[in-house]
C-alpha cells in the first residue's frame, strides 16, 4: 500500500522539523516535501503530487488561506489540512469557505494530527474537538454560516446523500450506495446546499458533521 504524500507548508523552520519528526514515525505516512510559504507550497505540489497539504494559516507572502484557494481551484485532489494555532472561528469558517478538509490546532496531540492526516486524505472533513464547540458559542447572536435557515427543510433522500457525503463517499459511490444516478445525485447535492445556504461540499460535509447528521 503506497505511503500517504503529505507536503508541510510553515514559515518557521522549528514546527516543520517537529511536525515532519512525528509524522516520519508513520510507516504509511511519508513526508515528500516541505515549504516556508503558499507560494512555494503551490510550485511544490506541482512537482511531487501529495495527498495532502499540511498548511499552516498566517504566513508572510502567500497565506495559507489563499494558498488553499489557489489549490482547490487548479488541484482538487492536494487535499487541504490547515495546521495553525488560531483557535477564531472566524478562521474556521474561512478556511473551509475556501475548501480546506481539515482544521486541527498546532496543541493537538501527535496521535491526533497523524489522524487526522489519514482522514483527510481519504477526503474527511476533520475538525478539532475544541473547534467545533467553540463555533457554536462564539457566534450566539447569529445565524451560525454553517447552519441551515431551516433545519428540518432538507428531505429524507437529501438527508441520506448528506450522511454519506460525510463520510466521505464521492457523487458516484453516493449513487452506488444509494441506486440511482450520479446525476440525482447531483440535483439532491445542489438543494442541499441551497437549502442549507452552504457554497461546497466542503462545508456541507463539515456541517454533518458538526451536527450529527454523519452518525
Do not use: C
Amino acid at each position: 500500500m503506497k505511503p500517504i504524500r503529505v507536503l508541510l507548508v510553515d514559515d518557521h523552520e522549528l514546527v516543520r522539523r517537529g511536525v515532519a519528526a512525528v509524522l516520519g514515525e508513520e510507516e504509511d505516512i511519508q513526508v515528500v516535501a516541505q515549504a516556508s510559504d503558499g507560494a512555494e507550497a503551490i510550485q511544490w505540489v506541482d512537482q511531487v503530487h501529495p495527498d495532502v497539504v499540511l498548511m499552516d494559516l498566517r504566513m508572510p507572502g502567500t497565506s495559507g488561506l489563499q494558498a488553499t484557494a489557489i489549490l482547490n481551484q487548479r488541484i482538487p485532489k492536494a487535499n487541504v489540512l490547515i495546521l495553525t494555532v488560531s483557535e477564531e472561528a472566524r478562521d474556521l469558517q474561512e478556511a473551509l469557505r475556501f475548501g480546506a478538509l481539515g482544521y486541527i490546532l498546532k496543541g493537538a496531540p501527535p496521535e491526533a494530527l497523524v489522524h487526522a492526516v489519514r482522514q483527510v486524505s481519504q477526503g474527511w472533513v476533520v475538525i478539532s474537538p475544541r473547534m467545533a464547540g467553540k463555533m457554536m458559542v462564539d457566534f450566539p447572536q447569529e445565524r451560525h454560516p454553517l447552519a441551515p435557515a431551516r433545519e428540518d427543510s432538507l428531505s429524507a433522500r437529501e438527508r441520506e446523500v448528506l450522511h454519506l457525503l460525510a463520510q466521505g463517499l464521492a457523487n458516484k459511490e453516493i449513487a452506488d450506495t444509494l441506486v440511482v444516478s450520479e446525476n440525482t445525485v447531483k440535483t439532491h447535492m445542489r438543494s442541499i446546499l441551497t437549502k442549507l445556504h452552504l457554497k461546497n461540499r466542503t462545508q456541507a460535509a463539515a456541517y454533518a458533521r458538526l451536527t450529527g447528521s454523519s452518525s
